[in-house]
Every structure is written in structure tokens, then in C-alpha cells.
């Protein structure tokens, strides 16, 4: 099992229409037919010091192996994706875990 966990840092100036189409099209990722699971979330209203509470969008996908999580980087879905809405990122980090 591979878990693919994506964290979005919008820029300032986004608008709430905008962050609501960037929603939609993380939706569209669930299609894709590699991914076991799915969750699109937005920080927890969870106060301790450990707890990073600053970014817009968390993605969390899981796949049954790496070879699948290769297939979904590639996938025309994911592709549009990023070709799209990567102008509204101002920082994005990444943990893939197995």
C-alpha cells in the first residue's frame, strides 16, 4: 500500500470561486481508476502545537502499490489537474509513505 499525501497551499489572492473549482477538479481524481481510497480535506479546527493548520487543501490518496501510484502520476486526469490549477499553488509538500 502506497499513501499519497498531498498538502495545498493556495496563494493569498485566490478567490472562493477559485478555490471552489480547485476543489471540483481534486474531486476528479477519484475517478481515477488506481485509487483505492480518497479524501480532499481542509484543516482541522484541532489547536496543539504539533498540528500544521496553515495550508488550504489536504489530499490524501491510497493505492494498492507503487505501480499504481505511477499510473495516477501520469494519468490524463491528474494531468489536467495540474496543468490547470498549479497557477494557484504558492507551496505544495508531498508524503508518499508505504
Known amino acids: 500500500?502506497?499513501?499519497h499525501h498531498v498538502l495545498f497551499w493556495l496563494k493569498a489572492d485566490t478567490t472562493e470561486e477559485q478555490k471552489q473549482a480547485f476543489r471540483n477538479s481534486l474531486q476528479t481524481l477519484e475517478n481515477i481508476?488506481?485509487?483505492k481510497t480518497f479524501?480532499?480535506?481542509v484543516p482541522?479546527?484541532?489547536e496543539r502545537a504539533v498540528v500544521d493548520t496553515t495550508y488550504t487543501f489536504s489530499l490524501?490518496?491510497?493505492f494498492e502499490d507503487l505501480a499504481a501510484h505511477d499510473v495516477y502520476q501520469v494519468h490524463p486526469?491528474?494531468?489536467a489537474f495540474l496543468?490547470?490549477?498549479r497557477v494557484y499553488f504558492d507551496k505544495v509538500v508531498?508524503?508518499?509513505?508505504?
Do not use: N
Request: negative net charge; aromatic residues 8%; hydrophobic residues 60%.
Open 1 to 3: 500500500m502506497i499513501a
Open 33 to 35: 481508476e488506481v485509487v
Open 39 to 41: 479524501h480532499i480535506g
Open 44 to 46: 482541522a479546527p484541532i
Open 60 to 62: 490524501l490518496l491510497l
Open 77 to 79: 486526469l491528474h494531468k
Open 83 to 85: 496543468d490547470e490549477f
Open 94 to 98: 508531498i508524503y508518499d509513505a508505504e
